[in-house]
């Protein structure tokens, strides 16, 4: 059983800056692609950002492209996502997901594909 856990949320200013970690529980994270997803109270969990397995392609959703950031290493089974610029509105609980995949160049956005997902980090982002 693959346990993935978020840490690094927290309150932070309107233009400021975040930084969040997944730590995954697992012998290796190589072979899963990795997403992050975010909820705000009383909206649908919502699509933030993806990345494959190796690392090489990431895919942001056009609300966070060039602020959001993410990345991984996969020697220390952690996935991060930097977030710069922060806006009242992306307040929300911050949803780490994992997906085993065999393709290296494999990433989604869509949340019914992950297998696995985090407890969540609460962000508030205030104005």
């Known amino acids: 059983q693959v346990q993935l856990v978020e840490s690094g949320g927290g309150l932070v200013q309107a233009g400021g800056s975040l930084r969040l970690s997944c730590a995954v529980s697992?012998?290796?994270?190589?072979?899963?692609?990795m997403g992050w997803f975010r909820q705000a109270p009383g909206k649908e969990r919502q699509f933030v950002s993806a990345?494959?397995?190796?690392?090489?392609?990431?895919y942001p959703a056009d609300s966070v492209k060039g602020r959001f950031t993410i990345s991984r290493d996969n020697a220390k089974n952690t996935v991060f996502l930097q977030m710069n610029s922060l806006k009242p509105e992306e307040t929300a609980v911050y949803y780490c997901?994992?997906?085993?995949?065999?393709?290296?160049?494999?990433?989604?956005?869509?949340?019914?594909?992950?297998?696995?997902w985090g407890q969540g980090t609460q962000v508030t982002v205030s104005s």
């Open positions: 990345i494959s397995w190796s690392g090489s392609i990431t």
């Open positions: 697992s012998r290796t994270i190589s072979g899963y692609a």
């Open positions: 997901a994992a997906v085993e995949t065999a393709r290296d160049n494999y990433y989604t956005s869509r949340r019914a594909e992950y297998d696995y």
